[in-house]
C-alpha cells in the first residue's frame, strides 16, 4: 500500500481546520520579539507554574475571598489591580495577560462579551481580533464608538484553545465583574453570547431564545440596568445567516437610547 506523504503546508492546513492556532516545543521559550521573530529558550530557574488541582478543590473558598475582596474596592484602578494580583483562577496561569475593561468608564452603555480570545490574550485589550473588528462596525452603524460605551467579559483569561470556560472559573470571577459593573454604573447592559448571559443573568436558556429580549440586571447600589442579550459576534462570524437577527437587535438598543435622549430633552 502507498502511503500519500503530506506537504509541511497541507499538515498546517490540516492542523489549522482542527482548532489548533498555536504551537509549543519541547522546552518554553521567552523574550518573543514580533518585529525580528525572536525566540530563545527560557533560562533553567525559571520558575515552573504549580499544577491547579488545588486551586480547582477550592473554588469555593476562592468565590468568597473574591467577593470579600471585591466587596472593598473602591476605584476600576484598584479591581484591576485585585484582579491582576488574584490567584484563585487557574486559567491565570495559562494566560498571557489579565484583560480588564476597555473604553469609556464612564459611559451609560456597557458591553460583556464571554472571555478573551488569542488575540486578546497577546494584547490584553478585549475584543482587539476579529469578532472586536466585527463588533466595532456593528456598533459604528448604529453611530456609538469605544468612546461611548466600556467593553469587558465575563472572564478576564484566555481559556485555553478557547474551550468553554467551566462553571467553576465563571463563578470565581464574577464578583469582579458585578464590582465592575457597580462601578461603571450603566443603565443599559448589551451581553453577547449565551454563556455571557446565562452567567450574567443566572439563566440556562439558549441565547437564540434570550436575544433581542430586555431583561434587568440588579446593581449592588439598588439601581438597575437594562440588559439586552444578542448573538456574539464570534458566532455571527461563523454563521454571517444570524447577522440580520443581530442588526434588529442593535436597533432596538438604539431605539432605546434615542428614545431616552427625547424623554430627557423634553
Ligand atoms: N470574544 C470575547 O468574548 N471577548 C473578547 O474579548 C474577544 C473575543
Known amino acids: 500500500m502507498e502511503t500519500e506523504v503530506l506537504s509541511v503546508k497541507d499538515l498546517l492546513e490540516w492542523y489549522l481546520l482542527a482548532g489548533v492556532d498555536e504551537t509549543c516545543g519541547c522546552f518554553p521559550m521567552e523574550n518573543i520579539d514580533s518585529k525580528s521573530n525572536n525566540f530563545k529558550p527560557v533560562s533553567n530557574n525559571t520558575v515552573l507554574r504549580p499544577a491547579t488541582t488545588n486551586l480547582a478543590q477550592n473554588v469555593n473558598e476562592a468565590c468568597k475571598n473574591a467577593d470579600d475582596m471585591c466587596a472593598k474596592i473602591a476605584t476600576l484602578e484598584e479591581l484591576r489591580k485585585a484582579l491582576n494580583d488574584f490567584e484563585g483562577c487557574a486559567l491565570k496561569q495559562t494566560a498571557a495577560h489579565t484583560v480588564f475593561g476597555d473604553g469609556n468608564p464612564q459611559a451609560k452603555i456597557m458591553i460583556i462579551g464571554e472571555a478573551p480570545g488569542a488575540d486578546e490574550d497577546r494584547i490584553g485589550v478585549p475584543f482587539v481580533g476579529k469578532s472586536g473588528q466585527l463588533l466595532d462596525k456593528m456598533m459604528g452603524a448604529i453611530n456609538l464608538s469605544r468612546q461611548d460605551y466600556y ?17 467553576s472559573e465563571i463563578a ?16 443599559y447592559i448589551l451581553i453577547l453570547g449565551g454563556a455571557a448571559a446565562n452567567s450574567l443573568l443566572n439563566m440556562a436558556e439558549t441565547i437564540s431564545k434570550m436575544r433581542g429580549r430586555w431583561f ?3 446593581k449592588t447600589n439598588g439601581k438597575t440596568a437594562k440588559v439586552l442579550a444578542s448573538f456574539h459576534p464570534a458566532y455571527l462570524l461563523r454563521t454571517p445567516g444570524q447577522k440580520a437577527r443581530s442588526w434588529s437587535d442593535l436597533l432596538r438598543l438604539k431605539k432605546e437610547l434615542d428614545d431616552k435622549i427625547s424623554a430627557e430633552n423634553n
Open 151 to 167: 467593553i469587558c467579559n465575563i472572564l478576564p483569561w484566555r481559556p485555553p484553545g478557547n474551550r468553554t470556560p467551566l462553571d
Open 216 to 218: 434587568e440586571y440588579q
Open 172 to 187: 470565581v470571577c464574577l464578583p469582579f465583574l458585578k464590582r465592575q459593573i457597580d462601578l461603571v454604573d450603566p443603565d
